[in-house]
């Protein structure tokens, strides 16, 4: 009987041996193929600076223009285009100023407070432009176009990340 005890005791170390060896050899020698870590692909190629259509064209395009209505609007496309190219290039040095103070050490609230106000009032500005814009589209529509036009604008304002829905403010975060 002894001797049946330690063979299974010998056994048992051995195999525990093993054991322990092939996890040593997996997780320090060699890892399995799937588990070794590829190179990420790289990132999209950003889109090109004009690829994104305003909220102009986003509108005409939903209302299904007929050419009549396009040949008239084309003056108010064009010239929404330019202004709105020319504000954001404003925007964009206003921007780089702005990053340009967040990389000084400290941060100077005084220089800050300015630079946030201008790229406030550029932001405005440009709604307020879309909204000349639309209210002269508007006059080029149909009756029906009309009711589509206000109900796609009431739809992408909803849709907003920027929107509450209504009712009464969420509880404060833990954090403040």
Known sequence: ??????VALALSLLLNGFFVAGFV????????????????PPPPAPPPPQARPSAL????????LDPRQRQA???????????RRERSREMQKVREQIVAEYKRQPLDQARLAPLIDRMGELRADQQKETVHALSQMEAQLDPEQRVKMHQILVDRLLSSPWARPP??????????
């Open 73 to 83: 609007l084309r003056g108010v496309f064009e010239q929404h285009a330019q202004v």
């Open 25 to 40: 050899y997996r997780g320090w020698v060699a890892p399995l193929p799937f588990e070794q870590r590829l190179p990420l």
């Open 167 to 176: 009712g009464p403010p969420p509880p404060p975060r833990p954090s403040q």
């Open 57 to 64: 064209e986003i509108v005409a395009g939903d209302l299904n």
């Open 1 to 6: 009987m002894p001797r049946l005890v330690t």
